[in-house]
DNA sequence: TTTAGTATTGCAACTTTATTGCATTTCTTT
DNA sequence: AAAGAAATGCAATAAAGTTGCAATACTAAA
């Protein structure tokens, strides 16, 4: 749950006319403590509202564009959204259970990364950088030591 | 074209019988510079021997599960396959070129992670940890400037 | 307020990538 | 050579996301 952003304004400052829908969307993302799959967001909007699914996919197409929420991959063939790094995300890197299929995310010091040098010896333009670990959750761990 | 690798020990040495398919398919992975995806994988066979795509998924898997070789999630749904690290491939982050898909190895020192402080406060098992760094690759940046 | 234009949404069909079940073939070992 | 195990092929299926187009809702001008 964040209780620092103000969703209406993030789109508001992204020229985006200011629907239900998109909001609710950027609120199930914002608040969520991981990121999650379309399917999640559609099943969790669904049930309050009666939303078409393509709808879903065109609002987060269109968050990821705007720079507003980031689309992670899973060690699976899903896609997960969160909140790309602003003022009160920080950047950090995220842990996929293979096991639960389960994705957390880790501490942004968890993993320091120097982007620097690469950025400037790097002859392409770099936008973005995904750092996943993937190994067995804590949970899971649990139950297969029972 | 990797000269230190023998892929038929490799494969002798998880415990696999040595056949056609899982040999060519271990060479094509291992003398790529880069990661391949399984169409272009079977594309490549394809070309020479007559084989089914399922039993090129089904080797893929395999080769995953024996740790031969990583599963690499593209900013795409499709997976690529390289070399897991090993004596003669050290470790090392991808690029991902948003605009034509092109997946390029980096430089294992390019992006140094230290991984030992989340190996030992992380509550679960830490198996593997991939970086994909995103953006757009030179050749794509030289064409949009002509 | 009407109306025209634009933006958003819904629906059905489709695409891509990967997986599954089961039959057939090939290999290994005795 | 025969039996059993391993590998492969083929057709069907699944999961996730995309596309085209029609319908609805919103916005702003007249
Ligand atoms: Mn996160
Ligand atoms: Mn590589
Ligand atoms: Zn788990
Ligand atoms: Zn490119």
């Known amino acids: 749950m964040c209780q620092h952003c103000d969703y209406a304004q993030i789109l508001e400052a992204a020229n985006l006319n200011l629907t239900t829908n998109r909001l609710k969307i950027l609120e199930i993302i914002g608040n969520n403590r991981s990121p999650l799959s379309a399917k999640e967001i559609y099943d969790t909007l669904s049930r309050n509202k009666d939303i078409n699914r393509v709808t879903v996919y065109r609002i987060l197409d269109l968050l990821v564009k705007?720079?507003?929420?980031?689309r992670l991959t899973s060690g699976e063939r899903t896609f997960h959204y969160g909140m790309a790094p602003n003022k009160n995300h920080p950047a950090h890197p995220?842990?996929?259970?293979?096991?639960c299929g389960a994705i957390e995310c880790l501490n942004p010091e968890a993993l320091h990364i120097e982007m620097?040098?690469?950025k400037k010896t790097y002859p392409g333009v770099i936008e973005n950088v995904e750092i996943r670990v993937d190994g067995i959750c804590k949970n899971c761990l649990k139950k297969s030591r029972q």
């Open 66 to 70: 705007k720079g507003i929420i980031n």
């Open 94 to 99: 995220h842990f996929y259970c293979k096991h």
């Open 116 to 118: 620097e040098s690469l």
